[in-house]
């Protein structure tokens, strides 16, 4: 079992729809999460960083951590065809800060 | 503040050649990381280094390797290129004090042939 899954998708919805993107993870020490989003033939960006619990919103985007449950989600208001794109998980822990990855869940926003 | 940069962009190489990735990070940021990216493995970790010394190392085999400079910008080898090499190369810079948001370039596009 990885220590991050991440459904691969593809993960279609209609234009102005809320998104809701998730991860699961195992390792309960991780403490900092982060979601960046990737386009085709493009190097990953970082959108969202939060530390251990709770909400943190920017704009259209919200990044959510329930550490219980060991779930993290990300949601994208009013979703635009310029988000479609993969968007991919990440998460470390305070001992080592190396990022362990989800897989990436590839999002199609149809206009 | 420029961003990470990575040259080439594109790459072509024989199966035995062996190939050599640079990466610039961001200016003050000490740390590097390299991945490995292809659509069935995704995103996988190469190695990190920070101040000259690698840090963490992924499961790669020692084909792989790299190196760090003193003004932070660092190289990738691989040797004896294989055709599962063919993959796009991602560098990601981060300050290196504490926990790692990650700045990534464009990448290298391997294609081993």
């Known amino acids: 079992q990885k220590e991050v899954e991440q459904d691969p998708g593809p993960l279609s919805v209609p234009e102005g729809a809320i998104v809701s993107l998730n991860c699961t993870y195992s390792?309960?020490?991780?403490?900092?999460f982060m979601w960046y989003r990737q386009y085709s033939r493009k190097g990953p960006e970082l959108l969202m960083y939060?530390?251990s619990s709770g909400n943190k919103e920017d704009g259209r985007f919200t990044a959510q951590v329930d550490k219980s449950s060991k779930y993290i989600s990300l949601f994208i208001r009013d979703s635009q065809p310029s988000d479609s794109a993969t968007y991919l998980c990440a998460m470390s822990h305070d001992s080592n800060y190396q990022l362990i990855w989800g897989a990436g869940t590839k999002l199609i926003i149809k206009p | 503040k420029a961003g990470v940069t990575q040259t080439p962009r594109y790459l072509i190489k024989t199966r035995g050649q062996q190939v050599t990735l640079s990466c610039s990070p961001i200016?003050?940021?000490?740390?590097v990381s390299w991945y490995q990216q292809t659509p069935g493995q995704g995103l996988q970790f190469l190695f990190e280094y920070f101040s000259e010394t690698q840090r963490n190392k992924g499961n790669f085999p020692g084909r792989f390797s790299g190196r760090q400079f003193s003004n932070s910008r660092s190289e990738m080898n691989v040797s004896t290129l294989e055709l599962g090499d063919s993959a796009l190369y991602l560098c990601?810079?981060?300050?290196?004090?504490?926990?790692?948001?990650?700045?990534f370039g464009p990448g290298t596009r391997l294609t081993v042939t």
């Open positions: 939060t530390y």
């Open positions: 990601a810079s981060s300050l290196g004090q504490g926990p790692h948001e990650q700045y």
């Open positions: 390792n309960s020490a991780f403490q900092y």
């Open positions: 200016s003050g940021h000490r740390s």
